[in-house]
């Protein structure tokens, strides 16, 4: 026997064991470690993911109790949709793209309803694409004023980066949105009864 195998063991008063033996345990062991510590990160990242995910769903793709940023709403003649109009009273913005199927199939949702409450001013803002041509096309598809937003100012202040969403104002505060196109029968049913009880 080895010095090595006889000092391992003899020194603290237990049976020798082999120099490699020893460590083959340590390294087990320190695996089984790092393999437990992958598994507990990797299940607070879902959780953690997952609770968020539910969070943002729940609250909409923009942030509620916001003020509404200012904007930079422009017709076809150029001319500024006052601040004032969208900070007053009650509003929803709609933001579009007059070449998106989903903005499409929410036109025809609104379609019928835009003109059930006449204290709710409805707009389209159009984000994207060439400014005259965009509100041409978006005016002929859409049953509301429809609006560009200049520099991409509003959508990039309120971090949408996709269409369709609505976003509900009062009085300059952002109280409620939406993401994507209102398909689903619950989804219409659930913005019918909010559109008559607000």
């Known amino acids: 026997m ?9 020194r603290h008063g237990l049976p020798a ?18 393999i437990l510590f992958v ?10 993911y997952t609770r968020n ?12 109790g916001n003020s509404l940023p200012p904007a930079e709403l422009v017709n076809e003649s150029n001319q500024l949709l006052a601040d004032s109009q969208l900070k007053t009273g009650k509003v929803v913005l709609v933001f579009i793209t007059p070449e998106c199927d989903a903005c499409l199939k929410e036109s025809e949702f609104l ?9 709710i001013r409805f707009y389209g803002v159009v984000s994207y694409g060439d400014m005259a041509r965009a509100l041409r096309e978006a005016k002929q598809k859409f049953p509301f004023e429809v609006y560009y937003d200049r520099g991409f100012r509003l959508a990039g202040q309120l971090g949408i980066n996709r269409v369709p969403i609505k976003i509900f104002v009062d009085n300059g505060i952002i109280k409620k949105s939406w993401g ?3 398909v689903e029968e619950k989804a219409k049913a659930d913005f019918v009864q909010w559109l008559a009880e607000v």
């Open 180 to 182: 994507g196109a209102t």
């Open 111 to 119: 379609k019928g309803l835009v003109s059930k409450r006449s204290d």
């Open 39 to 48: 598994l507990v990160f990797c299940a607070a990242f879902v959780v953690f």
């Open 53 to 64: 995910d539910r969070n943002k769903a729940a609250q909409g793709p923009v942030n509620s």
């Open 17 to 34: 064991q082999p120099a490699t033996e020893t460590s083959s345990k340590k390294i087990i062991w320190i695996s089984s470690l790092a």
């Open 2 to 10: 080895s010095n090595a195998v006889r000092d391992s063991g003899e």
